[in-house]
């Protein structure tokens, strides 16, 4: 065994001891749920080969798996070729802005082969006068709303400036430029006056932006765009109104009309429909609204059910628990160069005194092999439980703790 592989694996150990996910942790998970997995393998290939955008919604209990099954997603949509991005939804990241969220969408982007995320590689490819240069300003003029994203990216091509590509690479990663500071590049690169056909709107027109960062995916080569968001249980924290710009932008990334080849996968607790659909009575506050036209109802209603019907990730059956305890005793083994004295029904059957969540019995696990590497023998472990989220419209979002 490599130091390579060691450090490898020590590194996927330390990430299961502190139930913190990763992607490097979703190779421990890529066999469970085979039924779900190959469903989204078969929409990832299907996106891939050219079919419509699309998505759908995941629920399931805390610890029993969600964070891995979107790591797993992460590592099948990498070896479909497709950008990645990964984003925990929070006051940080609301769905319920898309402007705000859009950055925080590309801050989280990686692309195939790459460690970091980011998409200036790919405009570090992209040179003025080649076909795809020339595609991408043609899909600005003929195909977004607002023609200002033709305008950055033929400065950018055209500008000698760093100082300048800085700017302008950083307007279409979601640190959006005024008006007429794009005005007032283009006018000194090309000595021509700029004539937007409507005044950008970082609320009216962030959609543009996602559509045109999936047709640059497509351009550079890669074969689509998924968009993992998780924790989209924290929707059940904010205002009715935020509420309701959130569900009306999660059927936007569902069922995308401009987004190319792009899907989107929103992982729910399965106790948002009982905590916050049911509860809070949004059916109804949504068919009560004044304020909102019948076609965002229908669209609202929709999303709606599509949460409550949702399917709910089921505890893993045991033959499925026993192979992720094999890998888990494989791995530490590989970390710290020894081999395991008891083995993956060994384990089960410790782990089934401690807990029934998925991520408490990994952690069990782990603790109980640490034991037996540094003193040939186990003795009793306490490992806690998670604890469920309330969705109080008014208190602050809970400690990122709770999910660990």
């Known amino acids: 065994m490599n130091r390579t592989d060691s450090y490898s694996a020590r590194n996927i150990i330390e990430a299961l001891r502190s139930g913190v996910s990763s992607r490097e942790v979703g190779c421990c998970f890529s066999s469970a749920r085979p039924g779900l997995t190959r469903e989204i393998h078969n929409a990832l290939t299907g996106v891939?080969?050219?079919?419509?955008?699309?998505?759908?919604i995941i629920t399931g209990k805390y610890g029993e798996g969600k964070t891995h099954l979107l790591?797993?997603?992460?590592?099948?949509?990498?070896e479909r070729n497709m950008a990645v991005s990964a984003v925990t939804l929070s006051k940080e990241s609301p769905l319920s802005n898309l402007g705000v969220l859009y950055p925080k969408v590309l801050q989280e982007t990686y692309l195939p082969g790459k460690v970091q995320p980011?998409?200036?590689d790919i405009f570090e490819r992209l040179s003025a006068g080649s076909p795809a240069a020339a595609a991408l300003l043609e899909y600005c003029l003929t195909k977004l709303e607002?023609?200002?994203?033709?305008?950055?990216?033929?400065?950018?091509l055209g500008t000698q400036s760093d100082e300048e590509k800085y700017m302008l690479l950083g307007d279409i990663e979601g640190d959006f430029m005024a008006n007429a500071t794009v005005k007032q590049i283009y006018k000194r690169i090309y000595g021509e006056t700029v004539v937007f056909n409507t005044p950008f709107s970082k609320t009216r027109?962030?959609?543009?932006?996602?559509?045109?960062?999936?047709?640059?995916f497509l351009s550079a080569g890669y074969d689509g765009w998924v968009i993992l968001f998780d924790e989209a249980e924290l929707i059940g924290r904010?205002?009715?109104?935020?509420?309701?710009?959130?569900?009306?932008?999660m059927a936007a990334l569902l069922r995308p009309d401009a987004i190319d080849r792009a899907y989107c996968l929103f992982a729910f607790n399965s106790s948002y429909v009982p905590d916050v659909i049911e509860s809070k009575h949004e059916y109804a506050i949504v068919e009560e609204s004044p304020l909102l036209s019948q076609e965002r109802k229908k669209i609202i209603s929709g999303v709606l059910s599509e949460i409550a019907s949702a399917a709910q990730l089921v505890p893993l059956g045991k033959g499925e628990i026993l192979e992720i305890l094999e890998k888990i005793r494989d791995y530490h083994g590989r970390a710290y160069g020894w081999s395991p004295k008891p083995d993956a029904a060994?384990?089960?059957?410790?782990?089934?005194?401690?807990?029934?969540?998925?991520?408490?019995?990994?952690?069990t696990a782990v603790e109980l092999l640490d034991q037996y590497y540094q003193?040939?023998?186990?003795?009793?472990?306490?490992?806690?439980?998670?604890?469920?989220?309330?969705?109080?419209?008014?208190?602050?979002?809970p400690s990122l703790d709770a999910f660990v």
């Open 146 to 156: 607002c023609n200002k994203l033709y305008y950055v990216l033929k400065s950018y």
């Open 118 to 120: 980011g998409i200036s």
């Open 71 to 78: 790591n797993t997603v992460f590592n099948m949509a990498h």
């Open 346 to 363: 060994d384990i089960l059957a410790f782990t089934e005194k401690h807990g029934y969540l998925l991520r408490t019995r990994i952690r």
């Open 375 to 397: 003193y040939g023998s186990a003795d009793e472990i306490s490992v806690g439980e998670l604890g469920q989220m309330e969705f109080d419209e008014d208190g602050d979002p």
């Open 48 to 56: 891939a080969e050219g079919g419509e955008s699309g998505g759908r």
């Open 238 to 249: 904010m205002s009715k109104k935020a509420r309701q710009s959130a569900y009306a932008n």
């Open 205 to 216: 027109h962030v959609t543009d932006y996602f559509a045109f960062v999936s047709r640059l």
